[in-house]
């Protein structure tokens, strides 16, 4: 157990839809990642949080979108969903920036779009 | 942006030593890290290099040589749990963002 709590576990909605993502981080840790993982790519890192703050952006594309609330506990919204934005949706957090620090994850959310 | 590129698939036999190469070129390398992941499942972290050499965890350790932007992951006295999918990412930066290869699957035969 990494200490990463991801809700939910699975969603299934259909295309056009939005839909909201949660990730609680382990105790302590001030940073949150965001990642998608599809059957066709590898772990594509989407977006970082730190104490409340963007720290770092990666392929999010702007349908997408994500905030950290002051108890550090972060959300990814998914809108307008497209077949293609099936996949499994990590969540990982670290203690401070990300400076030699590992990414513990949390098991994941699977979207899957009908 | 980065190039990271790991070999798709290896296979090795059970008690055997295993390398699993990394290659990647960046504009801002601060960082190397290992992970495993096992099908379905979160990856987990195994090593982290930062400076040119070998870091030794138990069966597991992992090389870099920045000048060569090249790592390895070495496995021995493989053991049939062994069989995932492990995944070399490069910290780029100061913020925490990292960029994954794509995986190595290997599979542990008896």
């Known amino acids: 157990d990494s200490g990463v709590t991801q809700t939910p576990k699975h969603l299934i909605t259909a295309t056009g839809q939005r839909v909201t993502l949660r990730c609680s981080p382990r105790?302590?840790?001030?940073?949150v990642y965001w990642y998608q993982q599809s059957l066709d790519q590898g772990l594509q890192f989407l977006i970082q949080?730190?104490?409340?703050?963007?720290?770092a952006k990666g392929n999010i594309l702007e349908r997408f979108s994500a905030q950290q609330f002051p108890d550090l506990h972060s959300e990814l919204n998914l809108s307008s969903l497209e077949l293609g934005d099936s996949a499994l949706y990590f969540c990982?957090?670290?203690?401070?920036?990300?400076?030699?620090?590992?990414?513990?994850f949390g098991d994941g959310t699977r979207l899957s779009i009908l | 942006g980065q190039n990271i590129d790991q070999p798709t698939e290896m296979t090795a036999t059970e008690g055997a030593i295993v390398q699993i190469n990394c290659t990647y070129q960046?504009?801002?390398?601060?960082?190397l890290f290992w992970y495993q992941q096992h099908a379905g499942e979160a990856p987990t972290f195994l090593s982290y290099?930062?400076?040119?050499g070998l870091e030794e965890k138990g069966r597991f350790s992992s090389f870099l040589s920045r000048s060569k932007g090249y790592s390895y992951l070495l496995l021995k006295e493989l053991q049939m749990k062994d069989s995932a999918s492990y995944l070399c990412?490069?910290?780029?930066?100061?913020?925490?963002?990292?960029?994954f290869g794509d995986g190595t699957t290997l599979t542990v035969k008896p």
């Open positions: 290099n930062v400076l040119d």
């Open positions: 960046t504009s801002g390398f601060n960082g």
């Open positions: 105790s302590g840790d001030l940073s």
């Open positions: 990982a957090s670290s203690v401070g920036e990300g400076k030699g620090q590992p990414q513990h």
């Open positions: 949080y730190y104490n409340g703050e963007e720290r």
């Open positions: 990412a490069v910290r780029e930066g100061n913020a925490g963002k990292s960029t």
